[in-house]
């Protein structure tokens, strides 16, 4: 296959890869959504299911996109169109670029609720609150000042913006070598601070002791969802970090080293979390709202908490940043690859593009709150439409289409670059991942599809 590739940034090294893509990987999705939704479906159980769903489906699908995007050296839209020629195939990649667009303009909001808030931690603003609702009633009383959600929007996406615009090497790997240690670091103090307070056990054992009477097939699908989310699936990205990556390393071991780094820092986020929680006797099943109501209430019970708030606060929003380059960096590649732009022309104009959809997803939680399409507002729509459409529907072509489409045999000439001694010496790895990723991955990614748009649930009623 000729696909020209010179003057094209590639990783400085396997190390500043890995922790890019990690970088990606982690974000709101582990510190923010992963504790919640596990507190609402039965903590050790609900876990349990999501490890099974990262290894069977996360693991096969990472290491098909990040197939793809090293063997083309190329954006989403552009490797569909090196390999497949068909302007079908080159639409699942355009819509990646479009998950970045409408994942970057909610998340961005999150993502600056978590900056605003570690100026909020600094004055001390939490030390008001006694209950849950005066911690509740301050984030109303935050994210219905427009001022204070756009500007802080505004000030994320300028920060994201400005490591995307110093390129692959100096500004994604080098933010990334410097800013996910830094967070390893603040969350293992913050688990170590959760394990040794006062009643700690209990929040452990939330995590370690499985109940499960909680566990439906609703936590099932749901789990499913998440493993692609947090493995920032389904959309281009690693797919895009893979095309900067160098063709002597592993695709295999860098994608299990990934994995591995993203799950672990989900689990101490959620020990970090629940223990603290569980000390202080609040409630672990709070919903979105445990991060931004819960967790600041927790701190004031806690001896130490304004220094740990800060903290807090810092890796939040260290994580959101990590994964919100890679969203700009689809975009971006995009516009430099395909369409021939200046790299610093397409973070300016696109970043900016970025910051306007967002608004109105700030403003779903003030002046346009009533605006509601199909009964969501802008914001929960945006989520919805990634989370549950976008998302699901690229990874279930990604597998497709490296499965069936590609050619099995040039995808495994493709796959055995860099690690030759792997399939010299695991040649079972490369059979599971076959396994995998043809049948386990597109019918369980399709029955999720098939669950979050409600039809799944409309067969399963039909049986009753
Ligand atoms: N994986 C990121 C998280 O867990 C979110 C994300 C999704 C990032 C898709 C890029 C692409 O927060």
């Not at 929007?153 to 913006?161: G, H, I, N, Q, V």
């Not at 989900?266 to 006797?281: D, P, R, S, Y």
């Amino acid at each position: 296959m000729s696909v020209k590739t010179s003057g094209r940034e590639n990783w400085g090294s396997k190390v500043g890869f890995i922790l890019a893509a990690a970088g990606s990987a982690i974000g709101l999705g582990n510190i923010w959504k992963f504790p919640y939704i596990a507190g609402e479906n039965g903590g050790a159980a609900f876990i349990f299911i999501y490890l099974i769903c990262i290894a069977v489906i996360g693991l096969p699908v990472l290491i098909a996109e990040v197939l793809l995007g090293r063997t083309t050296q190329r954006n989403p839209v552009g490797a569909f169109k090196a390999l497949s020629n068909s302007p079908y195939w080159t639409a699942i990649g355009a819509m990646g670029v479009i998950a970045g667009f409408v994942i970057l303009s909610f998340y961005g909001v999150v993502a600056g609720w978590s900056f605003g808030y570690i100026f909020e931690a600094i004055k001390g603003s939490f030390y008001e609150f006694e209950q849950p609702n005066s911690a509740a009633d301050f984030f109303g009383s935050l994210t219905s000042n427009v001022a204070w959600i756009v500007g802080f929007l505004a000030l994320f996406m300028c920060l994201t913006m400005f490591i995307v615009y110093s390129g692959v090497q100096k500004g994604i790997e080098r933010g990334s070598k410097i800013l996910m240690p830094l967070l390893l670091i603040i969350l293992i103090i913050l688990m170590i601070k959760g394990i040794t307070l006062d009643g700690s056990e209990k929040g452990i054992a939330f995590i370690l002791q499985p109940d499960w009477s909680l566990v439906s097939g609703e936590s099932v699908l749901l789990a499913l969802g998440h493993a692609f989310f947090t493995l920032s699936l389904g959309m281009g990205a690693m797919m895009t970090y893979g095309s900067y990556m160098s063709k002597k390393d592993s695709i295999p071991g860098a994608s299990l080293q990934i994995v591995f780094l993203d799950t672990f820092i989900a689990l101490i986020a959620g020990v970090a979390i629940f223990t603290a929680v569980f000390a202080t006797g609040l409630d672990p099943a709070a919903g979105p709202g445990l991060i931004f109501q819960t967790l600041p209430v927790v701190f004031t019970k806690m001896p130490g908490g304004y220094i740990f708030s800060i903290m807090f606060f810092l890796l939040l929003t260290i994580a959101a940043l990590t994964s919100s380059i890679s969203l700009l960096e689809v975009v971006v590649a995009y516009f430099v690859d395909e369409k021939k732009w200046a790299r610093k022309k397409a973070v300016i104009v696109f970043g900016t593009v970025t910051f306007l959809v967002g608004v109105p997803s700030a403003l779903s939680f003030n002046l346009i709150a009533d605006v509601k399409l199909f009964g969501l507002n802008f914001f929960d729509l945006a989520d919805w439409l990634a989370s549950n459409i976008l998302l699901p529907v690229g990874g279930l072509f990604i597998s497709v289409f490296v499965a069936w489409v590609w050619g099995f045999d040039k995808v495994l000439v493709e796959l055995k670059r860099g690690a030759e001694s792997l399939f010299d010496n695991y040649p079972w790895i490369i059979t599971f991942w076959k396994i995998f990723i043809k049948y386990f991955s597109p019918v369980l990614i399709f029955l999720v599809f098939l669950h979050s748009i409600g039809v799944l649930d409309l067969i399963i009623d039909l049986f009753k």
